[in-house]
Every structure is written in structure tokens, then in C-alpha cells.
């Protein structure tokens, strides 16, 4: 890994485009969708809590389930990969994209998507759930608030905000988020294992147009061999490497 040609294409790229994944989250303690399922909901299945017929069979079980990974979330905090990534769009402006398959809503809470440039949530959000007959989202009240299923304002029955088990992915989201990456000087794939498509394919519309990606993650992935540059590290501390930080 060259760390000065790896920085020196990042500072002199007017178009970035970032995907972050679950190793992001990590640092700031939000286990991923599997490690969670400890203790009571140890045996239950992946697809027992977030798929579309799972939710059809036993509503109040999978809302169980979410409202406790959403109190979860509201007790962390962004780290500093989070505001590393904030920094770098406020540097970069409207050529700056962020694309995450995290639903916890930290990107937005260390300031992503506020300095001129998008971010995208491409599996949706824990923090709101939608309206089953509308399709429109609401923010979920304080955890002690919270009854479920929740009622939307609109008086219908709301689902978690998230994308399920055989579910696609929103498609303004998905296509916002694949322009962004193939007109990209340079793509960051960041903390993601690189083996849930079709996110894992942005970084190759980078490629493909000629753009330099830059992979960090502790790990190598599925993804490393056709890296311009990976980074072996954790995502905050890579990105401030990066960054000259």
C-alpha cells in the first residue's frame, strides 16, 4: 500500500464517492444484524426478524426486535470515522457522495450530507419506520414512548424503515448512488465485508471508468484483489490516515 500516492489521489480528486459498511458502526458499539442476536433472540433466524413474511406472520415480534436494536442506536454516538468522513465532504463540496449500508443514522448525526455534498441510506433507517399503506416515513417517538407496531400520523399501521431479506433496494437510492460512483476521481470502500450486492458493486463502476478506489478495512475482502490500494485497518484510524490526520 502506497499511503502517499493513496493521499494524494484523495486530495486532488474533485469527485469522491464513499461506501461505508458495518465496520464503520463497529467502533461506536452497534454490533452487526448477526451479533446481535444474542441471549432471547439467539434462536431465532435472520429471517425470522427481517423479512417480509416474517413481518406478515408476527408483527409484534420483529417490531420487538427492532425497537430494541433502535434504543440501541440512540445510545451511540458518532466516532471519529464517522466525522472524518463529515470533514472530507466539507472539503470537497457538492463533488462529495456517501452511500452507507448502515441503518443507524450516524453519518447524518456527525454531520454527513449537510456541507454541500449527499448521503444516501441504502438500507434504510432505524431511527423512522413507514407507513404501510402510504409508503411515507415518520421519525419513531423516544424509545419510552415508543408503542408498537407503530401508527403513522396518517393513522395506518408503520413497518421499520429498513430493507429486508428479499427485498430490493430503494431505486432513486440505488441509482443515485452508481452515477455517483461511476463519475467518481476516487471511490472509498469503507469497513464493508464487499459481499452483499449490489452495494458491493459501486466501487467496480469506479473502476470501470477509469477512477481510483481505495479499500479500508482490518481485513482483506472479496474486493481487495481489484483494489487500486487497500488500507489494512480499522476505519478510523485508516481514514485519518488518509485524511493527513
Do not use: C
Not at 467502533?27 to 429471517?47: K, L, Y
Not at 441503518?103 to 404501510?132: F, K, M, P
Not at 421519525?139 to 408503542?147: M, Q, S, T, Y
Not at 431505486?171 to 470502500?189: M, N, P, R, T
Amino acid at each position: 500500500m502506497n499511503l502517499t500516492a493513496a493521499r494524494t489521489a484523495l486530495n486532488t480528486a474533485r469527485r469522491v464517492a464513499v461506501l461505508t459498511g458495518a465496520g464503520v458502526s463497529a467502533e461506536s458499539g452497534i454490533p452487526t444484524f448477526r451479533d446481535a442476536q444474542t441471549g432471547h433472540w439467539a434462536r431465532f433466524r435472520p429471517e425470522d426478524l427481517a423479512s417480509p413474511g416474517a413481518y406478515r406472520r408476527d408483527p409484534d415480534t420483529v417490531w420487538e426486535w427492532y425497537a430494541g436494536r433502535y434504543r440501541d442506536v440512540l445510545r451511540a454516538h458518532p466516532n471519529p470515522a464517522h466525522h472524518h468522513l463529515a470533514q472530507l465532504e466539507r472539503q470537497k463540496g457538492a463533488g462529495f457522495f456517501l452511500a452507507t449500508q448502515n441503518v443507524d443514522g450516524l453519518h447524518a448525526r456527525a454531520g454527513s450530507g449537510t456541507h454541500g455534498g449527499q448521503l444516501v441510506e441504502l438500507h434504510g433507517n432505524l431511527i423512522s419506520a413507514r407507513d404501510e399503506v402510504t409508503g411515507e416515513t415518520f421519525p419513531l417517538p423516544h424509545p419510552d414512548a415508543l408503542i408498537t407496531p407503530p401508527v403513522s400520523p396518517r393513522g395506518h399501521r408503520m413497518r421499520p424503515n429498513v430493507v429486508w431479506f428479499s427485498e430490493f433496494l430503494p431505486e432513486d437510492a440505488l441509482e443515485a448512488a452508481q452515477a455517483a460512483f461511476a463519475e467518481a476521481d476516487v471511490a472509498l470502500v469503507v469497513g464493508t465485508s464487499g459481499v452483499v450486492y449490489p452495494a458491493a458493486g459501486l466501487a467496480l463502476e469506479t473502476l470501470r471508468q477509469g477512477g481510483v478506489v481505495i479499500e479500508v478495512n482490518p481485513e482483506a475482502t472479496e474486493l481487495t484483489e481489484r483494489m487500486t490500494f487497500s488500507l489494512r485497518d480499522t476505519a478510523s484510524r485508516g481514514l485519518a490516515a488518509l485524511l493527513g490526520g
